[in-house]
């Protein structure tokens, strides 16, 4: 609690406060247009953080993840587009109460639910991290390496329609992890005798390429779907159509909360993301509905159900990162990088040896919260206006940054051609159904499992039958093997498969998105 006191005194200074402030109105503005998002937004931003102080850099970072899940229920709501994946479901209920006049109550009660559930996530993360990581210091390498190895195997299933491809993309991750110094003996390996690539592929380039610049290639295809005309939607006339009732509140109270308390379950567990959420969120809420069948016509309830447990994804996803240094998903992989640039470096140990810095992570969290709150509150009318900025306008600019961003992060050209073979990778990942989300937890943890399958085969005398001193490692070996089983016998991805042909129903002929981004 001292510490978080003291993060407050950090992060409540005019600077820190401008630059979280700058993160969460360029979150909200990518969120609301289609094709881009937090992932793209915090991959490109990274470079750009260079110097600022830490503090700062991570609450903007943070700030642009926080504000592009609320954003993004602007275009679902206005255009029946979502911003991202995610905001599907609130695009069944939001867009017709905007065909119906009531555009603001729609927007206003999904801001409201956004910023709930994105502060009692952030609270639950503040409340989790530290316990499990008292625990986590008492596993040792065996149990590391099983516990890296269910994660990977259970995000691989989840993450996409088919657990082979996830595997397989999942596989690829911890190959191209490997290209560098060798761990033990620092021979260099696939290296082919280019010198730039003795330290390894940097994450950095890697995600801009597989993220940003991939999607704007696929936008590029879709551009006459895409490019908006001016939005035909008109306020109704009456008060009551343009603010959330005293009425409406108390029916969406325990809808927020049961969506909140969803997302932050979905969220600690690796690999399901936000999509999951926001559509297991909005599919209790109906059941639990005594009029199911007016879901789909215009029902508040369902755009609070959906934004609430959508924001509160993203805090909780945070968990396993900060207390085990294993990302559960994309935008966690991407802040791993983020995070070890200004110092602190993800796991267990930074609550023993950087605990103030962890306190102003925490701080610039609950203040990106309010800013969002007052960002998206005043700054209704103007995002409104920004999605219809028009896609061939966007994508150049974007591919501008992606370059800037990706030179900045090692002042060399060879970042560039990084990005740009990764491009293509995740351009064919994209139109392969290949998860690209697993490929880079993959390549984020690869180097750990290495390291700790390496230790784990010295202390274990390379006999599986010494595993029975290690019995935490024999129940994670034991999962991962169920899950293989469950999900080989489901089809692989059955909960994405579900929000995945959900999708097309929620959202206009216009979206080309795809339902990976979490």
């Known amino acids: 609690m001292d510490y978080l006191i003291i993060g407050f005194q950090d992060v409540l200074n005019p600077t820190t406060l401008f630059w ?19 992932a793209t937004g915090v991959a490109v931003a990274i470079p750009l953080t260079f110097y600022l102080e830490p503090a700062a850099a991570l609450g903007m970072l943070i700030g642009i993840a926080k504000g592009s899940g609320a954003g993004s229920a602007v275009s679902a709501i206005l255009l029946n587009t979502p911003g991202e994946p995610s905001s599907a479901p609130t695009a069944l209920d939001g867009y017709p109460l905007a065909r119906q006049g009531k555009a603001q109550k729609a927007l206003k009660m999904g801001l409201y639910a956004s910023v709930i559930g994105d502060l009692l996530s952030t609270l639950v993360l503040i409340g989790l991290a530290a316990p499990l990581a008292r625990y986590a210091l008492l596993i040792g390498p065996v149990e590391l390496c099983a516990i890296l190895l269910f994660s ?42 280019v010198l730039e690539l003795d330290d390894g592929l940097s994450l950095v380039p890697l995600a801009i390429g597989m993220l940003a610049v991939a999607e704007m290639i696929i936008q590029a295809g879709n551009i006459a779907a895409l490019d908006h005309e ?16 005293g009425a409406e509140w108390r029916r969406c109270i325990p809808v927020i909360l049961r969506g909140t308390l969803i997302g932050s379950i979905v969220g600690i567990l690796p690999g399901l993301g936000a999509s999951v959420g926001s559509f297991l969120s909005y599919g209790a809420t109906k059941k639990a509905s005594k009029t199911p069948e007016k879901y789909g016509t215009g029902m508040i309830e369902g755009v609070a159900a959906a934004e609430s447990a959508d924001n ?13 240094g294993i990302p559960g998903s994309v935008i966690a992989a991407i802040l791993i990088a983020a995070f070890i640039l200004h110092g602190l470096t993800p ?20 203040c990106a919260s309010f800013i969002m709150l007052a960002i998206g509150y005043f700054g209704q009318s103007l995002f409104a206006l920004i ?32 990005m740009l073979a990764f491009t293509v990778i995740g351009f064919f990942a994209r139109k392969l159904d290949f998860s690209f989300v697993t490929f880079l937890i993959g390549f984020v943890i690869g180097p750990k499992l290495e390291l700790t399958f390496r230790q784990s085969l010295q202390l274990l005398d390379h006999r599986a039958d010494n595993l029975i001193h290690h019995p935490i490692a024999v129940v994670f070996i034991v999962l991962t093997v169920v899950t293989v089983l469950w999900l080989g016998r489901s089809g692989g991805g059955g909960i994405t498969q579900a929000s995945a042909e959900a999708l097309p129903q929620a959202v206009g002929p216009a979206s080309g998105q795809t339902n990976e981004k979490q």
Do not use: W
Not at 239 to 244: A, K, N, P, Q
């Open 347 to 366: 796991g267990p140990l930074m609550f023993q040896q950087q605990p103030r810095l962890v306190a102003d992570v925490y701080a610039s969290m609950i």
């Open 312 to 324: 509160a994804v993203v805090p909780s996803s945070l968990v396993p990162l900060f207390a085990l």
């Open 387 to 418: 999605i219809k900025v028009p896609l061939r306008h966007i994508i150049p600019a974007v591919l501008l940054l992606c370059s800037v961003g990706a030179y900045m992060e090692t002042s060399s050209v060879f970042s560039i051609y990084v």
């Open 230 to 245: 001016s939005s035909q939607i008109v306020d109704g006339a009456e008060r009551e159509d343009r603010i959330v009732t």
């Open 152 to 193: 990977l195997t259970f995000i691989g299933g989840l993450s996409g329609n088919s657990m082979i491809k996830g595997m397989i993309a999942a596989a690829f991750g911890v190959f191209f992890a490997t290209v560098g110094l060798e761990t033990e003996t620092f021979v260099t390996r696939l290296t082919f005798g």
């Open 20 to 38: 979280v402030t700058v993160g969460v109105t360029l979150g909200y503005v990518l969120g609301a247009l289609p094709g881009l998002g937090k």
